[in-house]
């Protein structure tokens, strides 16, 4: 089993800057894809990012390319997500989670699943 934990959300003017971290314990993290998914009210869990068991593959939804940075410690056993150039539609409740898989963006495809951390950006 792995247990996973986000930290970092909070609230942030449009523009702003937060990273979020995901800690995991109970199995070292290595063995695993890493993602971060997001859900907003009202609607569907969706894609974020995801990185590959070593770091050197990342992929990234369409709508946070170029702004938002996933990686990795696999000493510290943490992935993060730096989000800069934040958004309103940004605002959603943002989780991590841990496959056997590859990277992937596809949550069936991911067993672990942190309890998420709440990131509100104002305009």
């Known amino acids: 089993q792995v247990q996973l934990v986000e930290s970092g959300g909070g609230s942030m003017q449009a523009g702003g800057s937060l990273r979020l971290s995901c800690a995991a314990s109970?199995?070292?993290?290595?063995?695993?894809?890493m993602g971060w998914f997001r859900q907003a009210p009202g609607k569907e869990r969706e894609f974020v990012a995801t990185?590959?068991?070593?770091?050197?593959?990342?992929y990234y939804a369409d709508s946070v390319k170029g702004r938002f940075t996933i990686s990795r410690d696999n000493a510290k056993n943490t992935v993060y997500l730096q989000m800069n150039s934040l958004e309103p539609e940004d605002t959603a409740v943002y989780y991590c989670?841990?496959?056997?898989?590859?990277?992937?963006?596809?949550?069936?495809?991911?067993?672990?699943w942190g309890q998420g951390t709440q990131v509100t950006v104002s305009s």
């Open positions: 109970g199995r070292t993290m290595r063995n695993y894809a």
């Open positions: 989670a841990g496959g056997v898989y590859g990277a992937t963006m596809f949550r069936s495809e991911y067993t672990y």
């Open positions: 990185i590959n068991r070593n770091g050197g593959s990342t």
